[in-house]
């Protein structure tokens, strides 16, 4: 029998104990040129990531599963949970983004606001509610700004005010699926496995033996719940694993290529090319053209 938690009631939540020693990690806003590149398949193990579609389009492939967000809804993407970013059309999107850390929520692990049976996206918010928390946004990367003496308390406050909102139409919002969950629980197996291994050698052969399944069986179930192959999927780890060292660190390309696990760093550039769009070094630009004024990662 599968056992889940469904989200608790709002009234068992307090800012004392859940946002008490909460913490902000960064704060973004991704223009159109940007998001209108692939984000591919990455994860992080220490944060919380929400995103707030200001303008346009994108799909999100979140724990296996694809979403649709449009203009005005909110992404919720839990600590743990492999996901990808891709523009819904060619307009691009302009997206805002914090990420938050130190969060506890009770029967939640940490750095997570939803359950595992929770859709990650939060719709039909009316205009106020809209309006309110793309405000709440604005403040935020405001303060941090302006770096006064307590610029960083003021943002952490508005955080909290936040997150109390989201809590509230998380738990408003009935917007749980036990049999979806039940359906996608070998191809999230999979997706985790293949996250936490993708730097080493993998075949489907090997994930069928450590599964101790048939692999034709996990080939198909994959596919149909994924949309796309075991071995498609890997690749695009490997990519998103690689965008974020373009992102995060000096390191050469070659040398990127080759931690991520590629063999030729050659082969990187073209398969790197083909998903997102354009090279690693015109990747590494366009990010880091945009960062220099509208991204901020700070830890307070």
């Given at each position: 029998?599968?056992t ?5 009631k709002?009234?068992?939540y ?11 990690v ?5 223009d159109i040129k ?10 992080h193990?220490?944060r ?8 346009g389009?994108?799909i999100?492939i979140i ?8 203009q005005?809804n909110?992404?919720i993407?839990n600590?743990?949970?492999?996901h990808?970013?891709i523009?819904?059309?060619n307009d ?8 938050v850390?130190n969060l ?5 692990k ?8 929770q ?9 106020y509610q809209?309006?309110e928390?793309?405000?709440?946004f ?8 302006k770096?006064?003496?307590?610029s960083?308390?003021i943002?952490i406050?508005i955080l ?19 049999e979806?969950?039940?359906?996608c629980?070998?191809?999230n197996n ?7 291994h ?6 489907l ?36 694993e690689a ?5 995060q660190t000096n390191?050469t390309i070659?040398?990127i ?7 030729s ?5 073209t398969?790197?090319k083909k998903?997102?769009?354009?090279t690693?070094?015109?990747y ?7 960062i220099?004024?509208?991204?901020i990662?700070?830890?307070?």
């Amino acid at each position: 029998m599968l056992t889940v938690n469904y989200p608790p009631k709002i009234e068992n939540y307090s800012c004392c104990t859940a946002f008490s020693a909460i913490s902000l990690v960064s704060m973004g806003k991704g223009d159109i040129k940007c998001t209108r590149m692939l984000r591919a398949m990455h994860q992080h193990d220490d944060r919380l990531e929400i995103l707030f579609i200001k303008q346009g389009k994108n799909i999100y492939i979140i724990n296996g599963q694809k979403y649709y967000a449009s203009q005005g809804n909110v992404v919720i993407i839990n600590s743990g949970v492999p996901h990808e970013e891709i523009a819904a059309d060619n307009d691009g999107a302009v997206v805002y983004s914090c990420a938050v850390t130190n969060l506890h929520v009770d029967g939640l692990k940490a750095n997570c606001l939803i359950s595992d049976i929770q859709f990650p996206i939060i719709k039909d918010l009316s205009e106020y509610q809209k309006q309110e928390i793309e405000n709440m946004f604005l403040m935020m990367y405001g303060h941090i700004n302006k770096n006064s003496i307590y610029s960083g308390e003021i943002a952490i406050h508005i955080l909290k005010a936040l997150m109390m909102n989201l809590l509230e139409l998380l738990c408003r919002q009935k917007n749980t699926d036990v049999e979806q969950f039940a359906k996608c629980k070998y191809s999230n197996n999979i997706c985790h496995y293949i996250i936490s291994h993708f730097g080493e050698q993998i075949s489907l052969e090997k994930i069928a033996r450590i599964m101790n399944l048939n692999q034709y069986y996990i080939a198909h179930i994959f596919k149909k719940n994924v949309g796309s192959s075991i071995i498609e999927y890997l690749v695009r780890c490997r990519l998103g694993e690689a965008q974020s060292y373009l992102l995060q660190t000096n390191k050469t390309i070659t040398d990127i290529a080759y931690i991520v696990g590629f063999n030729s760093g050659s082969y990187f550039q073209t398969i790197f090319k083909k998903y997102i769009g354009v090279t690693p070094k015109g990747y590494r630009k366009c990010w880091t053209d945009s960062i220099n004024g509208d991204f901020i990662n700070i830890l307070m």
